[in-house]
């Protein structure tokens, strides 16, 4: 049997956190290809992560640190044509790519230009606070096939004027990912890193702001943590945006002056969602405070617009950049036990790889011509 040739693009350690669930299930008729695209000072660390999975590298793509506006520009130029040389070498089914990045943005305009089907994944989402709000949807009407992670995305895919016969919604991939997890314990943890943690804890991402670089969203919430007692802080590390810098020199000034903060910058997705297990608060304005942390029953203060427009349970509660309205709504939160309820969860059970690979075993090359969808 010839089996389906899909190559998949993955720009992150987060993205490819979620694709390995596709790249690890068995198929009889499908074959996957890896390639994976990483900046400069984030090489080993993401060539590290794939190899521990055991997934089979079939080309890398390094680029340089994204530190400003420019340099993100000639990543999207360099990508374009690493990628054009990829689709000349060698011929593919499929194109499989998650997300929003402006790293899968430039190769899936490549992909176009040969006339590959592009699969894409995650589609239909809102973010109005990200720069990635425009690559997302660019990359759905690239796309020929799309699977969404709940009935709203796959409603504004079609309403994009993609063929309903081609939006498929079989739920998140970062659920599927927590609920396989094998999680550590606070001690287990406490041991991996070397401190011990007070009884209240909580676990702080903040990324750059990239639909408006002038917004510090780190310098309000650091200025509200500083004033609570008796609480163990986790920092993760921004992305690798234009302003990730700034956030780390911020990260680090404030650690050094508080015993009671910890700053990991290396950090597995198993220890990294077990500290989310444990954490009484996930703060910040990261994605897996709407999606990982809900379904593991942890509250969630979500800081600016980053993720606005984003579904999420009532646990998630939203804050204004400001220093008082930050501080107030912790209190608040730490002093409640605020209860999740999946009864309404938008993104799925945690079987959606499953799903999508069959789905994609069963698509044919007389489906591949686009025609826009009117709704009527």
Same mark, same amino acid.
């Given at each position: 049997?010839?089996?389906?040739?899909?190559?998949?693009?993955?720009?992150?350690?987060?993205?490819?956190?979620?694709?390995?669930?596709?790249?690890?299930?068995?198929?009889?008729?499908?074959?996957?290809?890896?390639?994976?695209?990483?900046?400069?000072?984030?090489?080993?660390?993401?060539?590290?992560?794939?190899?521990?999975?055991?997934?089979?590298?079939?080309?890398?793509?390094?680029?340089?640190?994204?530190?400003?506006?420019?340099?993100?520009?000639?990543?999207?130029?360099?990508?374009?044509?690493?990628?054009?040389?990829?689709?000349?070498?060698?011929?593919?089914?499929?194109?499989?790519?998650?997300?929003?990045?402006?790293?899968?943005?430039?190769?899936?305009?490549?992909?176009?230009?040969?006339?590959?089907?592009?699969?894409?994944?995650?589609?239909?989402?809102?973010?109005?606070?990200?720069?990635?709000?425009?690559?997302?949807?660019?990359?759905?009407?690239?796309?020929?096939?799309?699977?969404?992670?709940?009935?709203?995305?796959?409603?504004?895919?079609?309403?994009?004027?993609?063929?309903?016969?081609?939006?498929?919604?079989?739920?998140?991939?970062?659920?599927?990912?927590?609920?396989?997890?094998?999680?550590?314990?606070?001690?287990?943890?406490?041991?991996?890193?070397?401190? #011990? &943690? !007070?009884?209240?804890? *909580?676990?702080? =991402?903040?990324?750059?702001?990239?639909?408006?670089? @002038?917004?510090?969203? /780190?310098?309000?919430?650091?200025?509200?943590?500083? #004033? &609570? !007692?008796?609480?163990? *802080?986790?920092? =993760?590390?921004?992305?690798?945006?234009?302003?990730? @810098?700034?956030?780390? /020199?911020?990260?680090?000034?404030?650690?050094?002056?508080?015993? !009671?903060?910890?700053?990991?910058?290396?950090?597995?997705?198993?220890?990294?969602?077990?500290?989310?297990?444990?954490?009484?608060?996930?703060?910040?304005?990261?994605?897996?405070?709407?999606?990982?942390?809900?379904?593991?029953?942890?509250?969630?203060?979500?800081?600016?617009?980053?993720?606005?427009?984003?579904?999420?349970?009532?646990?998630?509660?939203?804050?204004?950049?400001?220093?008082?309205?930050?501080?107030?709504?912790?209190?608040?939160?730490?002093?409640?036990?605020?209860?999740?309820?999946?009864?309404?969860?938008?993104?799925?059970?945690?079987?959606?790889?499953?799903?999508?690979?069959?789905?994609?075993?069963?698509?044919?090359?007389?489906?591949?011509?686009?025609?826009?969808?009117?709704?009527?």
């Amino acid at each position: 049997m010839k089996k389906i040739k899909i190559l998949v693009f993955t720009s992150s350690r987060a993205d490819f956190s979620l694709l390995k669930y596709i790249l690890l299930s068995k198929h009889q008729s499908i074959k996957f290809y890896l390639v994976i695209s990483s900046p400069t000072n984030s090489k080993k660390q993401m060539i590290d992560k794939v190899n521990s999975e055991n997934i089979k590298i079939y080309e890398s793509i390094i680029i340089k640190n994204p530190s400003n506006n420019n340099c993100r520009l000639e990543n999207i130029n360099f990508i374009f044509k690493k990628m054009g040389g990829i689709f000349k070498r060698h011929k593919f089914d499929f194109f499989l790519v998650l997300g929003d990045r402006y790293e899968t943005f430039a190769a899936v305009i490549s992909a176009n230009n040969f006339q590959i089907p592009i699969i894409h994944l995650s589609g239909g989402l809102l973010s109005f606070g990200s720069h990635d709000e425009f690559y997302r949807h660019a990359i759905t009407k690239l796309a020929t096939f799309h699977f969404t992670t709940s009935e709203n995305s796959k409603k504004r895919v079609i309403q994009m004027g993609e063929s309903p016969k081609r939006v498929f919604n079989y739920g998140s991939l970062g659920v599927e990912a927590t609920k396989k997890f094998n999680f550590f314990s606070k001690s287990q943890i406490q041991r991996r890193f070397n401190f #011990k &943690l !007070n009884k209240i804890c *909580i676990l702080v =991402t903040v990324h750059p702001n990239t639909s408006d670089s @002038k917004i510090k969203e /780190v310098d309000p919430i650091l200025k509200a943590l500083k #004033k &609570l !007692n008796n609480v163990s *802080i986790i920092f =993760t590390s921004p992305n690798h945006d234009p302003g990730f @810098k700034y956030i780390v /020199v911020k990260l680090k000034k404030f650690i050094s002056m508080h015993r !009671n903060s910890h700053y990991l910058d290396k950090i597995s997705d198993e220890e990294y969602l077990s500290i989310m297990k444990f954490s009484n608060l996930v703060l910040g304005n990261s994605s897996s405070g709407i999606y990982q942390a809900p379904y593991l029953g942890v509250p969630t203060l979500n800081i600016g617009n980053r993720q606005e427009g984003r579904e999420s349970p009532k646990s998630v509660i939203n804050s204004k950049i400001s220093e008082n309205d930050i501080y107030i709504k912790c209190i608040s939160i730490l002093n409640k036990n605020i209860q999740v309820n999946f009864k309404n969860f938008p993104y799925g059970k945690g079987n959606t790889s499953e799903k999508i690979i069959k789905k994609i075993a069963s698509l044919h090359r007389a489906n591949y011509i686009k025609k826009f969808y009117d709704l009527k």
